[in-house]
Protein backbone atom coordinates (compact mmCIF):
# COMPACT_ATOMS: atom_id res chain seq x y z
CA UNK A 1 0.00 0.00 0.00
CA UNK A 2 1.27 3.50 -0.73
CA UNK A 3 -0.45 7.03 0.03
CA UNK A 4 -2.48 8.57 -2.94
CA UNK A 5 -2.54 11.74 -0.86
CA UNK A 6 1.59 11.72 -0.56
CA UNK A 7 2.80 15.57 -1.53
CA UNK A 8 -1.07 16.43 -2.91
CA UNK A 9 -1.57 19.78 -1.30
CA UNK A 10 -4.85 21.45 -1.23
CA UNK A 11 -3.88 24.28 0.09
CA UNK A 12 -0.62 26.30 1.98
CA UNK A 13 -1.18 29.73 3.99
CA UNK A 14 -0.09 31.53 6.27
CA UNK A 15 -1.63 32.20 9.87
CA UNK A 16 -1.74 32.94 13.38
CA UNK A 17 -0.71 30.23 15.65
CA UNK A 18 -3.88 31.40 17.91
CA UNK A 19 -5.84 30.38 14.71
CA UNK A 20 -5.26 27.10 15.36
CA UNK A 21 -5.24 27.40 18.83
CA UNK A 22 -2.40 27.06 20.36
CA UNK A 23 -2.04 29.43 22.70
CA UNK A 24 0.84 28.50 25.39
CA UNK A 25 3.06 27.61 22.29
CA UNK A 26 4.98 30.50 21.03
CA UNK A 27 2.46 33.57 20.84
CA UNK A 28 2.37 35.76 18.01
CA UNK A 29 4.30 33.35 15.67
CA UNK A 30 3.44 32.58 12.55
CA UNK A 31 2.74 28.89 10.14
CA UNK A 32 2.33 28.04 7.14
CA UNK A 33 -0.39 25.54 6.94
CA UNK A 34 -0.52 23.03 4.11
CA UNK A 35 -3.63 19.82 3.54
CA UNK A 36 -4.56 17.33 1.48
CA UNK A 37 -8.09 15.53 0.87
CA UNK A 38 -10.09 13.23 3.41
CA UNK A 39 -10.64 12.25 6.89
CA UNK A 40 -10.67 9.70 9.58
CA UNK A 41 -13.94 11.03 10.37
CA UNK A 42 -17.09 12.17 8.48
CA UNK A 43 -18.06 14.86 10.98
CA UNK A 44 -21.51 16.18 9.49
CA UNK A 45 -20.98 19.72 10.47
CA UNK A 46 -17.26 19.68 9.27
CA UNK A 47 -16.30 23.51 8.09
CA UNK A 48 -14.05 22.39 5.56
CA UNK A 49 -16.04 19.20 4.30
CA UNK A 50 -14.97 19.91 0.36
CA UNK A 51 -11.88 18.90 0.90
CA UNK A 52 -12.15 16.22 3.88
CA UNK A 53 -14.91 14.27 2.81
CA UNK A 54 -13.39 14.41 -0.76
CA UNK A 55 -12.11 11.01 -2.47
CA UNK A 56 -9.57 11.98 -4.91
CA UNK A 57 -6.67 14.02 -4.45
CA UNK A 58 -5.89 15.79 -8.17
CA UNK A 59 -3.53 18.36 -7.19
CA UNK A 60 0.02 18.32 -8.80
CA UNK A 61 2.79 16.84 -6.10
CA UNK A 62 4.98 19.07 -4.25
CA UNK A 63 8.15 17.85 -2.76
CA UNK A 64 8.95 18.07 0.91
CA UNK A 65 11.59 20.51 0.68
CA UNK A 66 9.40 22.99 -1.30
CA UNK A 67 7.12 23.32 1.55
CA UNK A 68 10.16 24.39 3.90
CA UNK A 69 11.22 26.83 0.96
CA UNK A 70 7.83 28.22 0.78
CA UNK A 71 7.74 28.44 4.21
CA UNK A 72 11.09 30.69 4.91
CA UNK A 73 10.31 32.68 2.07
CA UNK A 74 7.55 33.74 3.94
CA UNK A 75 9.14 34.30 7.08
CA UNK A 76 7.10 31.42 8.81
CA UNK A 77 8.21 30.57 12.22
CA UNK A 78 6.67 26.80 11.71
CA UNK A 79 4.75 24.61 9.63
CA UNK A 80 1.21 23.34 10.43
CA UNK A 81 -0.59 20.13 9.15
CA UNK A 82 -4.06 21.33 9.33
CA UNK A 83 -7.42 22.14 7.71
CA UNK A 84 -8.07 18.07 6.98
CA UNK A 85 -7.15 15.30 9.40
CA UNK A 86 -3.18 15.32 9.39
CA UNK A 87 -2.69 11.38 9.77
CA UNK A 88 -4.15 11.49 6.16
CA UNK A 89 -1.04 12.17 5.02
CA UNK A 90 0.95 11.59 8.04
CA UNK A 91 4.07 9.97 5.50
CA UNK A 92 4.46 12.81 3.53
CA UNK A 93 4.27 14.95 6.75
CA UNK A 94 7.09 14.11 8.45
CA UNK A 95 9.34 14.01 5.72
CA UNK A 96 8.15 17.49 5.54
CA UNK A 97 8.60 18.14 9.53
CA UNK A 98 12.46 16.98 9.13
CA UNK A 99 13.11 19.47 6.79
CA UNK A 100 11.32 22.08 8.87
CA UNK A 101 13.61 21.59 11.75
CA UNK A 102 16.50 20.86 9.68
CA UNK A 103 15.83 24.43 8.63
CA UNK A 104 15.19 26.00 12.29
CA UNK A 105 11.11 25.87 11.82
CA UNK A 106 9.08 24.10 14.34
CA UNK A 107 6.45 21.79 13.48
CA UNK A 108 2.60 21.18 14.91
CA UNK A 109 -0.78 19.44 13.92
CA UNK A 110 -4.28 20.25 14.09
CA UNK A 111 -5.53 16.77 14.88
CA UNK A 112 -8.85 15.12 15.78
CA UNK A 113 -6.37 12.65 17.60
CA UNK A 114 -7.70 9.79 16.51
CA UNK A 115 -4.37 7.46 15.48
CA UNK A 116 -3.47 4.49 16.66
CA UNK A 117 -0.30 4.29 19.30
CA UNK A 118 2.08 3.14 16.41
CA UNK A 119 1.29 6.57 14.67
CA UNK A 120 2.05 8.68 17.52
CA UNK A 121 5.17 6.64 17.99
CA UNK A 122 6.36 7.39 14.16
CA UNK A 123 5.09 11.08 14.59
CA UNK A 124 6.08 12.55 18.18
CA UNK A 125 9.98 12.40 17.56
CA UNK A 126 8.99 15.21 14.63
CA UNK A 127 6.34 16.87 16.32
CA UNK A 128 6.76 20.04 19.01
CA UNK A 129 3.19 21.02 19.24
CA UNK A 130 -0.39 19.39 18.68
CA UNK A 131 -4.18 20.72 18.90
CA UNK A 132 -6.29 17.96 19.55
CA UNK A 133 -10.10 18.56 18.67
CA UNK A 134 -12.57 17.03 20.27
CA UNK A 135 -16.48 17.47 19.11
CA UNK A 136 -19.38 17.00 21.02
CA UNK A 137 -18.00 16.86 24.85
CA UNK A 138 -16.11 13.40 23.62
CA UNK A 139 -19.47 11.76 23.97
CA UNK A 140 -19.67 8.24 22.59
CA UNK A 141 -23.22 8.54 21.43
CA UNK A 142 -22.15 12.20 19.68
CA UNK A 143 -19.05 10.47 18.16
CA UNK A 144 -21.42 7.72 16.96
CA UNK A 145 -24.65 9.65 15.68
CA UNK A 146 -22.23 12.64 13.73
CA UNK A 147 -19.18 11.31 13.59
CA UNK A 148 -19.37 7.91 12.18
CA UNK A 149 -17.04 6.83 14.50
CA UNK A 150 -17.59 4.10 17.18
CA UNK A 151 -16.14 5.66 20.60
CA UNK A 152 -13.66 8.36 21.57
CA UNK A 153 -11.69 6.45 23.69
CA UNK A 154 -8.57 6.17 21.24
CA UNK A 155 -8.16 9.47 21.55
CA UNK A 156 -7.62 10.04 25.09
CA UNK A 157 -4.69 7.08 24.50
CA UNK A 158 -3.29 9.16 21.81
CA UNK A 159 -3.47 12.39 23.92
CA UNK A 160 -1.78 10.07 26.57
CA UNK A 161 0.92 8.99 24.38
CA UNK A 162 1.31 12.52 22.62
CA UNK A 163 2.20 13.95 26.09
CA UNK A 164 3.94 11.44 27.67
CA UNK A 165 6.56 11.79 23.98
CA UNK A 166 7.23 15.41 25.33
CA UNK A 167 4.71 16.79 22.40
CA UNK A 168 3.11 19.71 23.46
CA UNK A 169 -0.93 19.29 23.80
CA UNK A 170 -4.17 21.26 23.71
CA UNK A 171 -7.06 20.18 23.84
CA UNK A 172 -10.33 21.44 22.13
CA UNK A 173 -13.79 21.12 22.66
CA UNK A 174 -16.40 21.90 19.83
CA UNK A 175 -19.54 22.38 21.97
CA UNK A 176 -22.44 21.09 19.33
CA UNK A 177 -25.59 22.27 20.90
CA UNK A 178 -27.47 18.98 20.46
CA UNK A 179 -28.29 16.57 23.60
CA UNK A 180 -25.35 13.93 23.19
CA UNK A 181 -23.19 16.80 22.69
CA UNK A 182 -23.79 19.47 25.61
CA UNK A 183 -24.13 17.24 28.44
CA UNK A 184 -22.52 19.41 31.33
CA UNK A 185 -20.96 15.88 33.15
CA UNK A 186 -19.24 15.08 29.61
CA UNK A 187 -17.14 18.21 29.97
CA UNK A 188 -16.33 17.55 33.21
CA UNK A 189 -14.95 14.38 32.68
CA UNK A 190 -12.80 15.59 30.00
CA UNK A 191 -11.37 18.47 31.99
CA UNK A 192 -10.70 16.06 35.00
CA UNK A 193 -8.58 13.80 32.31
CA UNK A 194 -7.12 16.96 31.31
CA UNK A 195 -5.94 17.98 34.63
CA UNK A 196 -4.94 14.81 35.71
CA UNK A 197 -2.76 14.19 32.86
CA UNK A 198 -1.33 17.77 32.66
CA UNK A 199 -1.57 19.57 36.08
CA UNK A 200 -0.81 23.26 36.66
CA UNK A 201 0.01 23.38 32.68
CA UNK A 202 -3.39 22.25 31.62
CA UNK A 203 -5.16 24.27 28.99
CA UNK A 204 -8.48 23.79 27.22
CA UNK A 205 -10.16 25.27 24.80
CA UNK A 206 -13.75 25.64 24.40
CA UNK A 207 -15.11 26.22 20.64
CA UNK A 208 -18.83 27.68 19.69
CA UNK A 209 -20.52 25.49 16.74
CA UNK A 210 -21.63 26.80 13.74
CA UNK A 211 -24.05 25.13 11.69
CA UNK A 212 -22.13 24.25 8.40
CA UNK A 213 -22.43 20.84 5.66
CA UNK A 214 -25.30 18.54 6.56
CA UNK A 215 -26.38 20.14 10.50
CA UNK A 216 -27.68 23.36 8.72
CA UNK A 217 -30.58 22.82 11.36
CA UNK A 218 -28.47 23.05 14.64
CA UNK A 219 -28.05 26.74 15.86
CA UNK A 220 -24.86 28.10 17.19
CA UNK A 221 -23.57 26.89 20.17
CA UNK A 222 -25.39 29.45 23.12
CA UNK A 223 -23.10 32.26 24.96
CA UNK A 224 -24.60 30.81 28.22
CA UNK A 225 -24.05 27.22 27.27
CA UNK A 226 -20.65 27.52 26.82
CA UNK A 227 -20.03 29.66 29.92
CA UNK A 228 -21.37 27.00 31.82
CA UNK A 229 -19.05 24.71 30.51
CA UNK A 230 -16.09 27.05 31.20
CA UNK A 231 -16.60 28.09 34.81
CA UNK A 232 -16.86 23.66 35.05
CA UNK A 233 -13.72 23.39 33.63
CA UNK A 234 -12.56 25.90 35.90
CA UNK A 235 -13.92 24.61 39.06
CA UNK A 236 -11.98 21.43 38.29
CA UNK A 237 -9.43 23.12 38.55
CA UNK A 238 -7.94 24.03 34.88
CA UNK A 239 -6.29 27.24 35.10
CA UNK A 240 -6.02 28.03 31.63
CA UNK A 241 -9.38 27.71 30.04
CA UNK A 242 -10.56 29.59 26.95
CA UNK A 243 -13.56 29.83 24.44
CA UNK A 244 -13.11 30.21 21.07
CA UNK A 245 -15.68 31.43 17.91
CA UNK A 246 -17.03 33.70 20.46
CA UNK A 247 -15.19 36.54 19.78
CA UNK A 248 -14.74 38.36 23.52
CA UNK A 249 -11.20 38.78 24.36
CA UNK A 250 -12.14 38.46 28.04
CA UNK A 251 -11.95 34.43 27.11
CA UNK A 252 -8.97 34.36 24.95
CA UNK A 253 -6.66 35.86 27.26
CA UNK A 254 -4.04 34.46 29.34
CA UNK A 255 -4.24 35.38 33.17
CA UNK A 256 -1.67 35.20 35.71
CA UNK A 257 -2.26 32.15 37.92
CA UNK A 258 -0.56 34.14 41.07
CA UNK A 259 -2.43 37.89 40.71
CA UNK A 260 -4.72 37.47 37.64
CA UNK A 261 -3.29 39.89 35.43
CA UNK A 262 -4.05 39.71 32.00
CA UNK A 263 -0.90 38.54 30.44
CA UNK A 264 -1.23 37.56 26.91
CA UNK A 265 -4.31 39.37 25.38
CA UNK A 266 -5.43 38.38 21.95
CA UNK A 267 -7.88 39.44 19.77
CA UNK A 268 -9.39 37.69 16.19
CA UNK A 269 -6.54 35.46 16.27
CA UNK A 270 -3.70 37.79 16.90
CA UNK A 271 -1.81 38.69 20.16
CA UNK A 272 -3.33 42.42 21.19
CA UNK A 273 -0.27 42.46 23.89
CA UNK A 274 1.81 40.63 25.12
CA UNK A 275 3.38 41.37 28.90
CA UNK A 276 5.04 38.07 29.88
CA UNK A 277 8.72 38.68 30.63
CA UNK A 278 9.79 35.55 29.53
CA UNK A 279 7.61 32.78 30.99
CA UNK A 280 7.22 35.04 33.98
CA UNK A 281 4.43 37.34 35.08
CA UNK A 282 6.25 40.78 34.89
CA UNK A 283 3.74 42.36 38.39
CA UNK A 284 4.35 39.01 40.61
CA UNK A 285 6.78 36.68 39.30
CA UNK A 286 4.61 34.08 38.68
CA UNK A 287 5.49 31.06 36.12
CA UNK A 288 3.12 30.78 33.64
CA UNK A 289 3.53 27.52 31.19
CA UNK A 290 3.95 29.19 27.94
CA UNK A 291 6.68 27.97 25.61
CA UNK A 292 8.29 31.17 23.80
ZN1 LIG B 1 1.23 37.79 38.43
Known sequence: MYALSYGRLTSAAMDPIEKKPLFHYMPGSQVLSISTAGCTFACQFCQNFEISQRRKVEEGYTRPEDVVRMALSAD??????????????????????????????????????????????????????ITVDFKGNANEQFYRKYIYVPSPA??????EEL????????????????????????????????????????????????????????????????????????????????????WDDKYETTYCPGCRAPLVVRHIFGVKRNVLNGDRCPHCGARVPIVI
Open 163 to 246: HRRHVHVEVTNLVVPVPEGSDPSDVRKMAEFILDLQGDDATFHLLAFHPDYKMLNVPPTPRETLLKMYHIALDVGIKYVYIGNM
Open 76 to 129: ADGITGTYNEPTTQIEYLIDVMKGARRAGLFTTWVSDGYMTPDAVEALAPHLDA
Open 154 to 159: PIFEAI
